[in-house]
T-cell receptor, first 111, second 117 residues
Framework: GESVGLHLPTLSVQEGDNSIINCAYS??????FIWYKQESGKGPQFIID?????DKRQGQRVTVLLNKTVKHLSLQIAATQPGDSAVYFC??????????FGTGTSLTVIP | GAVVSQHPSWVICKSGTSVKIECRSL??????MFWYRQFPKQSLMLMAT?????????EQGVEKDKFLINHASLTLSTLTVTSAHPEDSSFYIC?????????????FGPGTRLTVT
């Protein structure tokens, strides 16, 4: 599979602060990216996606930024809440079929 | 909508035996299903892509004779781990794509934890 990695394996933030989770990808041909949230013992949950023809997309309390020049993806969570504590993965796709996941970042929200 | 279930959620088996894991799309028809495995504190690794009615496509390094995948209907895919060994212990997760939708839209099951003793 492709190499998709994260800069920080763990991240701790105070409740109410903003969180930024980063991801680097290696395949410049990737044209679709997704952020997933995974709670312990559960399958991944879709958070937000972005196509390569965009550089920013916003959802509810989340924003994804894509920098194709340096092959970098980030997830911003506004006003982080305890329920946001989980492992976050980025995934890239380029064939319209398979997806490859990054290493993951464990986010801990401190009350 | 777009619910995917897996059964069992947790299974323990003895070394040398085979284990079957089911993945079902409950409220939609899934043209394509994907199987992933995940070791503790690691990422999801794509094992194979399964299209209804055809043979699965395995990722490099995944033994097709060991991980048998069957996708006989638009709502069911099964993964059979044959002659399981302790190193096969892992969290197995399936995902499914809507029929007629882009395969980018994948819905994940809750996962099956396999422990081989």
């Amino acid at each position: 599979g492709e190499s998709v990695g994260l800069h920080l394996p763990t991240l701790s933030v105070q409740e109410g602060d903003n969180s930024i989770i980063n991801c680097a990808y290696s395949n410049s041909a990737s044209d679709y990216f997704i952020w997933y949230k995974q709670e312990s013992g559960k399958g991944p949950q879709f958070i937000i996606d972005i196509r390569s023809n965009m550089d920013k997309r916003q959802g509810q309390r989340v924003t994804v930024l894509l920098n194709k020049t340096v092959k970098h993806l980030s997830l911003q969570i506004a006003a982080t809440q305890p329920g946001d504590s989980a492992v976050y993965f980025c995934a890239e796709g380029y064939t319209g079929n398979q997806f490859y996941f990054g290493t993951g970042t464990s986010l801990t929200v401190i009350p | 909508g777009a619910v995917v279930s897996q059964h069992p959620s947790w299974v323990i088996c003895k070394s040398g035996t085979s284990v079957k894991i089911e993945c079902r799309s409950l409220d939609f028809q899934a043209t394509t299903m994907f199987w992933y495995r995940q070791f503790p504190k690691q990422s999801l690794m794509l094992m194979a892509t399964s299209n209804e009615g055809s043979k699965a496509t395995y990722e490099q390094g995944v033994e097709k004779d060991k991980f048998l995948i069957n996708h006989a209907s638009l709502t069911l895919s099964t993964l059979t781990v044959t002659s399981a060994h302790p190193e096969d212990s892992s969290f197995y997760i399936c995902s499914a794509s809507h029929r007629g939708q882009s395969s980018y839209e994948q819905y994940f099951g809750p996962g099956t934890r396999l422990t081989v003793t």
